[in-house]
């Protein structure tokens, strides 16, 4: 059975860091790229950040740049996203998904084909 299981979320008070994980199961994470979507409330899915399966190579949106980090640990089966100088506007449900990721076109919902839960992240002093 294939599955993506996030972990890592939480409540911080702003300019604190979180590391989410999204731990892969029923098939093996390098042979597809993953991407982190996050969903605030009323608003839609908007792509994050992704790494591709070939190199490595990475995507971070605008909103994200220099604060947020993706790596993956395929020995683990296992991608990450280090958030650092977290905002309030960051608080969302973050969801990992395996799929494709055009660093240079970004990424789209439609792109991935499994998903994970989500985790809610809350950004709030």
């Known amino acids: 059975q294939v599955q993506l299981v996030e972990s890592g979320g939480g409540l911080v008070q702003p300019g604190g860091s979180l590391r989410l994980s999204c731990a892969a199961s029923?098939?093996?994470?390098?042979?597809?790229?993953i991407g982190w979507f996050r969903q605030a409330p009323g608003k839609e899915r908007e792509g994050v950040s992704c790494?591709?399966?070939?190199?490595?190579?990475?995507y971070y949106a605008d909103s994200v740049k220099g604060r947020f980090t993706i790596s993956r640990d395929n020995a683990k089966n296992t991608v990450y996203l280090q958030m650092n100088s977290l905002q309030p506007e960051d608080t969302a449900v973050y969801y990992c998904?395996?799929?494709?990721?055009?660093?240079?076109?970004?990424?789209?919902?439609?792109?991935?084909?499994?998903w994970g839960q989500g985790t809610q992240v809350t950004v709030s002093s």
């Open positions: 998904a395996a799929g494709s990721c055009d660093v240079v076109a970004g990424m789209e919902p439609y792109e991935y084909d499994y």
């Open positions: 029923g098939f093996t994470l390098d042979y597809y790229a």
């Open positions: 790494i591709s399966s070939s190199d490595g190579s990475t």
